[in-house]
Nanobody
Framework: QVQLVESGGGLVQPGGSLRLSCATS????????VVWYRQAPGKQRELVAT???????NYVDSVKGRFTISRDNAKNTVYLQMNSLKPEDTAVYSC???????????????WGQGTQVTVSS
């Protein structure tokens, strides 16, 4: 059984920083491109950032220059460093990753449970 577990959310003042973690546990052979999503109340889920297994990254325009996604393959963990946070960044942040359980198996879609980020004074 593979699990993605997010951590690092919380309450922060505007202009502050948080670092989210998405840790993959269980038995698997590889993890594909990892995606951070967020969903604010009453809004559609939004892709925030992606990182490939080789380390290539992509960001939604609204977080470019403020957020940084990175991955530690040895720890099977992806991070989202969020700086200069704004109230509009308030949302539940979730990570998604395709995970290959065995050499000859297909990738399965795996989601974390989400972590709340609230930016407020």
């Amino acid at each position: 059984q593979v699990q993605l577990v997010e951590s690092g959310g919380g309450l922060v003042q505007p202009g502050g920083s948080l670092r989210l973690s998405c840790a993959t546990s269980g038995s698997f052979v590889s993890i594909g491109t990892v995606v951070w999503y967020r969903q604010a109340p009453g809004k559609q889920r939004e892709l925030v950032a992606t990182i490939t297994s080789g380390g290539s990254t992509n960001y939604v325009d609204s977080v470019k220059g403020r957020f940084t996604i990175s991955r530690d393959n040895a720890k099977n963990t992806v991070y989202l460093q969020m700086n200069s946070l704004k109230p509009e960044d308030t949302a539940v942040y979730s990570c998604y990753a395709p995970v290959k359980l065995h050499i000859n198996s297909a990738y399965i879609q795996s989601w974390g449970q989400g972590t709340q980020v609230t930016v407020s004074s």
